[in-house]
């Protein structure tokens, strides 16, 4: 195990994945810290900062994953592709784990996942690979022409993907009728709900 490999972490916790496709699931989340986006309606800012928090080592965080008892590790952020993600998934997927991923897609991807949910923004355009790589398309719907730039987003997809359009949450009781309405229409869209947030969990 590479012990000089260090992260910047803002937090590491359990419960239960609360978005797409394994909504539900009890899972370990890594949340590391540093941010090249920037979405003005991010409820985690305090991630974008890489600076401003504790560098932990691929040891430390594999001992957290092993001590929460899920057999899912979410890697997210910030945009966790900003790091080399090698060191870390390796290590997981040996010890049996599943491994998911949860970014933006601007940078290279690296490392093994099992499933990588693709979120893009339109505060940076993302890298072509994650079209083709991606198992969940996930578009966070904070205006109406956002329904339409998912759907030019979902005809670049790879045929397997699961596509979910979710509400930004401070917006849900608007744009929540314009997405059921738009699924309704286009049928391989999925209503993503955040259920951490209706459980009052992270």
């Excluded at 601007?106 to 890298?127: A, N, Q, V």
């Excluded at 699961?162 to 997405?179: D, H, N, S």
Aim: net charge negative; glycine share 6%; hydrophobic share 40%.
């Amino acid at each position: 195990m590479n012990e000089a490999v260090k992260y910047p972490v803002m937090e590491t916790f359990t419960s239960v994945q609360g978005e797409g496709a394994f909504s539900g699931v009890p899972s370990f989340f890594i949340r590391l810290a540093g941010c090249n986006v920037g979405c003005v309606w991010c409820d985690v800012k305090a991630s974008w900062d890489s600076e401003g928090h504790p560098k932990k080592s691929v040891r430390e965080l594999i001992d957290s994953a092993t001590a929460s008892n899920a057999k899912v590790v979410i890697i997210t952020g910030g945009e966790p592709t900003m790091h080399d993600l090698n060191p870390l998934t390796t290590e997981l997927a040996a010890l049996g784990f599943r491994v998911h991923l949860e970014t933006s897609g601007t940078e290279t991807l690296t490392g093994y996942f099992d499933w990588i949910t693709f979120s893009p923004k339109k505060f940076k355009e993302p890298l072509e690979e994650y079209f083709s790589k991606s198992h969940e398309l996930k578009v966070v719907v904070n205006h109406e022409s956002d329904l339409q730039w998912a759907e030019n987003h979902a005809k670049r997809m790879s045929p397997q993907t699961t596509f979910f359009l979710q509400p930004e949450w401070e917006k849900k009781e608007r744009m929540m009728p314009l997405i059921f309405e738009f699924a309704i229409k286009n049928p391989h869209w999925r209503v993503g709900l955040q259920i951490h947030k209706y459980l009052n969990v992270d």
